[in-house]
């Protein structure tokens, strides 16, 4: 459903909006070396 804003000008405007599209891309990495974190 389109929403209602406002402009500078106070006049009100129609804005649509479309729906994200997710992309799941593979980079096949490795993990070699890890960072200590400190606790306290």
Do not use: D, H, Q
Request: charged share 20%.
């Amino acid at each position: 459903m389109p929403a209602l804003g406002r402009s500078n000008s106070g006049r009100k405007i129609l804005m649509a909006w479309k729906t994200p599209r997710v992309t799941v891309v593979s980079l096949a990495l490795e993990i070699n070396s890890y960072a200590c974190a400190e606790i306290g």
